[in-house]
């Protein structure tokens, strides 16, 4: 099981689970697998199973092929996934075999009630293998080196019209539009993108959400990146001006890190957005790797932020969090009339975190 979410669909509140296989290798960290939708009663109110046609490395089981990285309710009732095809290409131009192979990176706007698909956007369409920091290992020669050169971390409707795509292995943020699937426009952690160039405090790598930005610059396996426990990881908060343009130079207002509390991590985690208290927003940001969540308060004015409170779920590199949430969560589990018994699904894991298939087990709790 992966990637418990609390989320809205059509007026009610759900928990989310992803269950499937997780492929981790040198290259790539991708899962084939279906959604859980449980009410709040803990049944499931839909599963979504799609089976979408593309091509995995030999051996691999799909019979759904939701990927764990984005499973994202939208607000018009539909489902937001990302899908990851093996594909054979020519990779010579960026230095890798003439036969090589790659993951083409594919989002999926499901259908909730069949797991059809009703839109896809494929990225070798709309994104060049030039624009990949990630380095080829010993040149995608083969279906076990394929080469995960975009690696679409997250997923979210941009109003109506849009969505904004974070790249893990391009550095970048993207909107796309959902009619054409034409990028709209691009922010780059490096260069800018289709904004000015970027300051020193703005720039970030492999992790990204858009106006919120997880700085995980301790990240030393791609290209440019640091020397671990160099870069702090922090919380920072990014404003672009729309239209975009060369002239806007964009710059992080506020920077999230409590100092005597340094930290490095250098995979997973998240930086979002609560809800507005008392004239102040406060931000709420997990660690990935290390087991640590953290809260912050910000008033209106450059850096105006002041540290909350911080929780440990762990020993580091033992228990991780992909994504976090802080929310309120109403549960009530269904009785049995005929045995006084409540059915509680447990969301385990039940073998080991690589190359694992992951599921979820269900408890009877009754009353003497």
Request: hydrophobic share 35%; net charge negative; charged share 15%.
């Given at each position: 099981?992966?990637?418990?979410?609390?989320?809205?669909?059509?007026?009610?509140?759900?928990?989310?689970?992803?269950?499937?296989?997780?492929?981790?290798?040198?290259?790539?960290?991708?899962g084939y697998?279906?959604?859980?939708?449980l009410?709040q009663?803990?049944?499931?109110?839909?599963?979504?199973?799609s089976?979408?046609?593309?091509?995995?490395?030999?051996?691999?089981?799909?019979?759904?092929?939701?990927?764990?990285?984005?499973?994202?309710?939208?607000?018009?009732?539909?489902l937001?996934?990302t899908?990851?095809?093996?594909?054979?290409?020519?990779?010579s131009?960026?230095?890798?075999?003439?036969?090589?192979?790659?993951l083409d990176?594919?989002?999926h706007?499901i259908?909730?009630?069949?797991?059809?698909?009703?839109?896809?956007?494929?990225?070798l369409d709309?994104?060049?293998?030039?624009?990949?920091?990630?380095?080829?290992?010993?040149?995608?020669?083969?279906?076990?080196?394929?080469?995960?050169y975009v690696?679409?971390?997250?997923?979210?409707p941009?109003?109506?019209?849009?969505?904004?795509?974070?790249?893990?292995?391009?550095?970048d943020?993207?909107?796309?539009?959902?009619?054409?699937?034409?990028?709209?426009?691009?922010?780059?952690?490096?260069?800018?993108?289709?904004?000015?160039?970027?300051?020193?405090?703005?720039?970030f790598?492999?992790?990204?959400?858009?106006?919120?930005?997880?700085?995980?610059?301790?990240?030393?396996?791609?290209?440019?990146?640091?020397a671990?426990?160099?870069?702090?990881?922090?919380g920072?908060?990014?404003?672009?001006?729309?239209?975009?343009?060369?002239?806007y130079?964009?710059?992080?207002?506020?920077?999230?890190?409590e100092?005597?509390l340094?930290?490095?991590?250098?995979?997973?985690?998240?930086f979002?957005?609560?809800?507005n208290?008392?004239?102040?927003?406060s931000?709420?940001?997990?660690y990935?790797?290390?087991?640590?969540?953290?809260?912050?308060?910000?008033?209106p004015?450059?850096?105006?932020?002041?540290?909350?409170?911080?929780?440990?779920l762990?020993?580091?590199?033992?228990?991780?969090?992909y994504?976090?949430?802080?929310?309120?969560?109403?549960?009530?589990?269904?009785?049995?009339?005929?045995?006084?018994?409540?059915?509680?699904?447990?969301l385990?894991?039940f073998?080991?975190?690589?190359?694992a298939?992951?599921g979820?087990?269900?408890?009877?709790?009754?009353?003497?």
């Amino acid at each position: 099981m992966g990637k418990a979410r609390y989320q809205a669909l059509n007026g009610s509140d759900y928990l989310t689970y992803w269950n499937g296989y997780v492929l981790e290798a040198q290259n790539a960290s991708i899962g084939y697998g279906n959604l859980t939708i449980l009410d709040q009663h803990y049944e499931p109110a839909a599963v979504v199973c799609s089976s979408l046609g593309i091509n995995v490395q030999p051996g691999i089981p799909h019979a759904c092929d939701v990927d764990y990285n984005e499973q994202y309710l939208t607000p018009w009732g539909t489902l937001l996934v990302t899908v990851y095809n093996l594909t054979q290409m020519d990779l010579s131009s960026v230095d890798g075999s003439a036969e090589g192979y790659l993951l083409d990176a594919q989002i999926h706007e499901i259908d909730i009630a069949t797991s059809e698909s009703l839109w896809k956007w494929n990225s070798l369409d709309h994104i060049p293998l030039i624009a990949s920091q990630l380095p080829l290992t010993d040149m995608a020669a083969n279906e076990s080196l394929a080469w995960d050169y975009v690696h679409v971390n997250s997923v979210s409707p941009y109003g109506t019209d849009k969505l904004l795509v974070s790249g893990r292995h391009t550095w970048d943020v993207v909107a796309i539009d959902r009619s054409s699937g034409d990028i709209v426009w691009n922010y780059n952690g490096i260069y800018g993108g289709d904004f000015g160039a970027v300051s020193e405090e703005a720039t970030f790598a492999n992790y990204f959400i858009i106006f919120s930005n997880f700085g995980n610059h301790d990240y030393a396996g791609a290209t440019g990146g640091n020397a671990q426990n160099t870069a702090l990881t922090v919380g920072r908060e990014v404003y672009l001006k729309l239209p975009a343009s060369k002239s806007y130079h964009p710059l992080p207002p506020n920077t999230y890190n409590e100092s005597s509390l340094s930290l490095f991590s250098n995979s997973w985690g998240s930086f979002d957005y609560l809800p507005n208290q008392q004239n102040a927003t406060s931000h709420f940001m997990s660690y990935g790797q290390l087991p640590i969540l953290r809260e912050w308060q910000s008033r209106p004015g450059l850096n105006q932020t002041a540290f909350k409170w911080q929780a440990t779920l762990g020993a580091d590199n033992d228990v991780a969090t992909y994504r976090a949430q802080k929310a309120s969560w109403y549960g009530e589990p269904a009785m049995d009339l005929g045995t006084g018994c409540y059915m509680m699904q447990s969301l385990i894991d039940f073998s080991s975190r690589m190359n694992a298939t992951y599921g979820v087990n269900s408890t009877r709790v009754c009353s003497l």
